[in-house]
């Protein structure tokens, strides 16, 4: 189904982003909410004019625009899940005259409910990371710089979410781009948001130098395509694509951009800057909604785009590019995260590592889709919908690593592992929530980091084998086979780093100052919570969540 | 304490209700055997990680009583299974059929389901670690940190189980690794000196040969051909089911198609034999062994000696040998010297050890090359010799362990040289000791002899002279038992001279508890020595059902 911008039918299919959109207004405006009147020059007549003046007492409270952000949130998460959750998930395009620019289905819905359930999941864990000081009496300077800024960074994450969403549901690269801009920009001033450490304001200009020279170059890649093609339209690149020079030079400028956004190897040296500079839940948000935005780029310029007929035997060139960059990335990652002493930049290269695993994943698509496998088309919709699988629990239990940090961070920093010694002593559940991200993480069943790893080494090995049967001999296997051995050589090597973090939780003594109970919190509290109940239910049953993965993979039309 | 006592009720209810499934019957596997276990013991140590550490202390005991009681449950179910008592089981099975099967979809999409059974390879260690269980709680009854520890040991304890039932690869592997979780907790909090790096080294070498034992699980599930139908994986179109595996693998190697090709075979079957090999573990994988139980509590130490190690020997007998036997073929000469390097590498090493924990490590190394041995013969009774082997031992095992934590509870050391005269200090520990080691070197009448003369039987037919090599090493084992135990009962009893690791205090006897579990040990030991057909017909049946089933039927 077609719309026009701006129709009637329009406004339906984006009724979630138009809320997140209208909650982004509110948060601008209701803070400002007051008894100002506007009186018309040379007259005594004063008409109430609202913004301004003496606040209200209640849009002049500093926890209103978390609240603000979190319902919005909550609400347009709600209302994509309730659409997708049954099956029967319309697919509606919104076109500008002959160009299509946007395109709501199932895989653009799976990947907005990525975005929004790690940045309300964010959002929970701000409210106590950065209170809202709404009690009566002095308050301190801390306090009164969190109440300052409670409207900025509720309204960054806000225009996160939007750029986000707006990357999912592009199907022109150029508003991919766009997109892509919006929730960067919005991302780098988050990470330098804490302004008070040195590190947050180092990082945040570091992310923010590398981002956008990734971001320029990936412009300039898309250029290139414009000009050799004279169209960035998704569907008019993909009929068009012949692996030209031009065009795989600029391919290859595009993938510097995504392989930023997915900290790929090698173009991955910001990210554990930025990630141990930034809050904690921001530092999640980059791990986790961050990294599947830059996976939708991948998808849709790798396996959209660049898929070429079979025949097209010159243009193989992304499969060796990817299969290499995959398996650097990976051991890179994990060879890195072995070395690092500081939790968050330890789960850093640890995201470092599962792009590398997510960028196998694609190559077996691409091996399948290059005639060197012969293979029905769900193959590679299985594969995607690992890939999507691993995105979709990356939330539960990475994204609730960082909240646990978070939580440690709100009684005086998380960069030292010995800031997690005795945890388990100190707060049982919290320290077991931890231990179980990081078994989830190292791919220990039955949690849901071991069916992601699963489902995704699987996907590999199917796409290996593909319809072979019968006496198979081992040369008869597709090489990247070798891909899913270097994938699960890479998870024993990971669980080193992980385990470790277990030990100091559970042998160490808690360090000095830190003997006291953990601060309360009682909505990361939360948030961590639901992060774990989710690690473990999908772990023990993904039937739903790969069905639903596995329709977002069939929606995008790969075959 | 109401609200733990009335969970602990309701958990207790559960076993003693077993559910029904859809085709009327009861479970007795599922819930009372595996969920059992594991949930109470989730939620008795919820319950024990809310309390103040004061309040932990006095809720050990009520805690420690309970975890016996539950522990007894399964114990009385496997063996009322035997013995037929209540519950008609028709043990008489051909290779491929179970007793009990229950089947639940669990995973559809990718084909695999909650299905669980137990066969002659399978019961015995069922029974085992049921029995096993309830003797470590006794044994390690004055534990310190009892809320936590006990727990753990029955949580250990549904795993291990778990892990002997389940039909489905999926689920093994998913039990198979949720073993490792409580005994890295077992030897992280309880452990020695060491059990920082003793716990990771433990978990870091199982996992890494398990992950390269699951890529083979996964090529091989799709090398499968597509098929649909219940128990098919709606998106992938494949089974983790053992049981179709197995059929599908016997028909095609039977027929004139063959179900791989040969090198296809030979790698998934290395690969899946590495995983199994380190949890055996076998030279060169078996480093890993010494430092975790040296660093072990006791009660680790007798679970991982007694089950754990066991895992490996089941995993090989249960999946590579059935689906891969061509492969077997291949690498029978390598098993076997891989079995014999084992157990000569073991014994002599047990030779230089200075520590008493150590050296009886070793030894569970040398033990488990006799069961490789068991199977690179390839004959049946090599099989039923390799299954009673790990039986035996995982009755004997246990008992060296429970004598090395005994010492080490009451004389603070576990050097050998530090103890001397203990027949004057600790007659009783002094004569389990002595039982203990006569039962490991192969006396007969005791069960290890059995195992050891009936994988000598089976080897003679299969390789001839070289069956001096392992007779050999069963006289170096009978040296270093005999000579530790010259060092450490005997030597220096006449002087008076208590052991200088007790700092002038005299050493006691063992306590009432550890005399209890003991002489439970000691009994089965002599039991299943005088009378191994108790345990051995079944076996037998299965060993012949095997060796018809895949060997006779593929035409080797």
Same mark, same amino acid.
């Given at each position: ?29 209701? =803070? ?8 018309? =020059? ?8 609202? @913004? ?15 609240? @603000? ?104 690269? +150029? ?51 414009? &000009? ?39 173009? $991955? ?12 839940? *921001? ?7 961050? !990294? ?84 029905? %088309? ?5 594969? %995607? ?18 909240? %646990? ?40 069943? =039955?949690?849901?980091?071991? /069916?992601?790893?699963?489902?995704? *080494? ?40 992980? @385990? ?60 | ?5 009335? &969970? ?115 019961? =015995? ?19 310190? $940190? ?25 689920? +093994? ?6 073993? @490792? ?70 028909? !095609? ?10 090198? /296809? ?5 290395? /690969? &899946? ?93 040398? $033990? ?154 000691? %009994? ?33």
């Amino acid at each position: 189904m077609g719309t026009e911008v701006f129709s009637t039918e329009f406004w339906k299919a984006v009724a979630p982003e138009a809320i997140l959109v209208i909650g982004l207004v509110l948060i601008f405006v209701v =803070p400002n909410l007051g008894n100002s009147k506007f009186r018309i =020059p040379l007259t005594k007549v004063q008409i109430p004019w609202f @913004l301004g003046g003496r606040r209200f007492k209640f849009t002049g409270s500093p926890a209103i625009p978390g609240m @603000l952000a979190a319902a919005t949130l909550f609400t347009a998460l709600g209302m994509m899940v309730i659409e997708t959750i049954d099956g029967k998930m319309d697919t509606t395009t919104v076109t500008s005259g002959e160009t299509v620019l946007l395109q709501i289905d199932a895989f653009s819905r799976f990947f907005e409910i990525i975005f929004l359930a790690a940045i309300l999941l964010a959002v929970m864990a701000s409210l106590d990371r950065i209170p809202a000081n709404t009690f009566e009496g002095k308050k301190t300077l801390d306090e009164l710089y969190d109440n300052r800024r409670q409207a900025d960074l509720y309204i960054l994450m806000l225009t996160t979410a939007v750029g986000m969403c707006m990357v999912a549901l592009a199907q022109d690269l +150029f508003v991919l781009f766009v997109g892509l801009e919006l929730a960067s920009l919005a991302t780098y001033v988050l990470v330098a948001f804490h302004k008070e450490s040195k590190a947050g304001a180092e990082a945040g200009v570091k992310y923010f130098i590398v981002g956008s020279v990734a971001s320029g170059i990936g412009l300039y890649g898309l250029s290139l395509l414009y &000009l050799e093609y004279g169209s960035l339209q998704l569907d008019v690149l993909a009929s068009d694509w012949d692996g030209s020079i031009l065009a795989t030079i600029g391919l290859g400028l595009v993938l510097v951009g995504f392989g930023f956004k997915v900290s790929a190897a090698p173009f $991955h040296f910001a990210a554990p800057d930025a990630y141990a500079g930034a809050n904690s839940p *921001v530092a999640g948000i980059l791990a986790t909604a961050s !990294k599947a935005m830059g996976m939708i780029g991948l998808v849709r310029v790798l396996l959209v785009v660049a898929l070429p007929d079979v025949d097209s035997d010159g243009s193989a060139i992304w499969l060796y590019t990817l299969a290499t960059l995959s398996v650097v990335t990976m051991t890179w990652g994990n060879l890195a995260a072995l070395g690092s002493t500081n939790p968050k930049r330890m789960l850093a290269y640890s995201s470092v590592a599962h792009a590398g695993y997510m960028m196998a994943a694609l190559t077996a698509v691409g091996a399948w889709k290059w005639g060197e496998i012969e293979a029905p %088309v769900e193959y590679a919709h299985a594969i %995607v919908a690992a890939v999507l699988f691993h995105l979709f629990v990356l939330v539960a239990f990475k994204l609730g690593a960082f909240l %646990v940090l978070g939580l440690l961070e709100m009684e005086g920093g998380a960069s030292r592992l010995s800031a997690l010694s005795g945890l388990a002593r100190r707060d049982p559940l919290i320290g077991t929530a931890m231990f179980v991200f990081m078994l989830s993480l190292a791919g220990v069943p =039955p949690l849901a980091g071991f /069916m992601s790893k699963f489902l995704v *080494v699987s996907g590999i090995v199917s796409a290996s084998i593909g319809d072979l049967s019968g006496s198979v001999s081992f040369s008869d296997l597709h090489w990247i086979w070798w891909l899913a051995l270097a994938m699960f050589i890479n998870s024993a090597i990971s669980v080193f780093y992980y @385990l470790r973090i277990g030990v100091v939780m559970f042998l160490d003594v808690p360090e000095e100052g830190r003997r006291k109970p953990l601060p309360y919190g009682a909505s990361i509290r939360m948030a961590i919570w639901i992060c774990l109940v989710a690690t473990i239910i999908i772990g023990l049953s993904g039937d739903t969540l790969i069905d639903m993965c596995y329709r977002a993979a069939e929606s995008l039309n790969l075959g | 304490m109401l609200v733990g006592g009335l &969970l602990i009720l309701v958990a207790g209810l559960m076993a003693f209700f077993p559910s029904m499934n859809s085709s009327g019957e009861t479970d007795w596997i599922s819930i009372p055997l595996v969920g059992f276990p594991i949930v109470v013991s989730c939620i008795l140590l919820a319950f024990a990680s809310q309390e103040k550490r004061s309040r932990k202390e006095i809720i050990a005991s009520p805690i420690r009583l309970f975890t016996l009681c539950a522990s007894l449950i399964p114990l009385a179910i496997s063996t009322a299974l035997f013995f037929d008592w209540l519950i008609l089981v028709d043990w008489d099975l051909m290779y491929n059929e179970y007793a009990l099967e229950e089947e639940y979809l669990w995973i559809e999409s990718i084909g695999a389901s909650w299905h669980v059974g137990m066969d002659g390879l399978s019961f =015995p260690m069922v029974w085992l670690t049921t029995f096993l269980v309830p003797v470590t709680i006794v044994m390690t009854w004055n534990e310190k $940190h009892g809320a936590t520890y006990f727990p753990l040991l029955l949580m250990m304890g549904g795993a291990l189980i778990g892990v002997f039932v389940a039909l489905d690869l999926f689920l +093994f592997y998913v039990f198979w690794e949720l073993t @490792l979780i409580p005994m890295f907790f077992l030897i992280l909090k309880w452990g020695g000196k060491d059990r920082r790096y003793a716990a990771q080294k433990f978990f870091i070498y199982t996992f890494c040969a398990s992950v390269i034992m699951l890529l083979g699980l996964i090529t091989l599930y799709f090398l499968q051909p597509e098929s649909s139908g219940s128990g098919y994986g709606t998106v992938t179109g494949r089974t983790f089911d053992m049981t179709a595996l197995f059929t599908n693998a016997r028909s !095609k190697n039977a027929g004139d198609s063959v179900f791989l090709g040969k090198d /296809m075979q030979n790698i998934l079957f290395a /690969m &899946l034999m590495l995983g199994f090999l380190v949890k055996l573990p076998a030279v060169p994988f078996h480093t890993w062994l010494p430092d975790a139980h040296v660093q072990a509590p006791t009660g680790g130490s007798m679970l991982l000696a007694g089950v754990m190690l066991k895992m490996g020997a089941y995993g090989m007998l249960r999946i590579p040998i059935a689906i891969f036997p061509d492969a077997l073929v291949f690498y029978q000469d390598i098993i076997m010297a891989i079995g014999l390097i084992s157990l000569v590498w073991g014994a002599v090493v047990c030779l230089g050890q200075t520590n008493l924990k150590r050296m009886v490590a070793y030894s569970s190394v040398s $033990h488990m090359g006799v069961i490789l041995l068991g199977i690179a013969s390839m004959q049946p009774i090599g099989y039923a010799a390799a299954l009673f082997m790990m039986f035996a031992h995982g009755i004997i095992s246990p008992m060296l362990f429970a004598v090395c934590g005994a010492f080490k509870h009451h004389y603070h050391s576990m050097e050998i040289g530090d103890m001397r005269g203990m027949a004057r200090w600790s007659p009783f520990l002094a004569v389990y000791m002595m039982f203990a080691w006569m039962a490991s070197l192969g006396l007969p009448l005791l069960a290890g002899f059995v195992a050891e003369l009936m994988v000598l039987l089976a080897y003679w037919p299969a390789y001839g002279w070289w069956i001096l090599l392992p007779g050999f090493v069963l006289a170096i084992t009978a040296a270093y038992y005999l000579w530790s135990m010259q060092r450490t009962i005997f030597e220096g009893g006449d002087e008076g001279q208590p052991p200088e690791s007790l700092k002038g205090e005299t050493p006691p006897d063992i306590t009432l508890p550890e005399n209890i579990g003991m002489i439970i040990l000691a %009994v089965f030991t002599v039991i299943f020595g005088i009378f191994p057909f108790i345990a051995l017909g079944m076996m037998d049946q299965w060993a012949v059902a095997l060796f018809e089933g895949v060997f006779i039927t593929g035409g080797i």
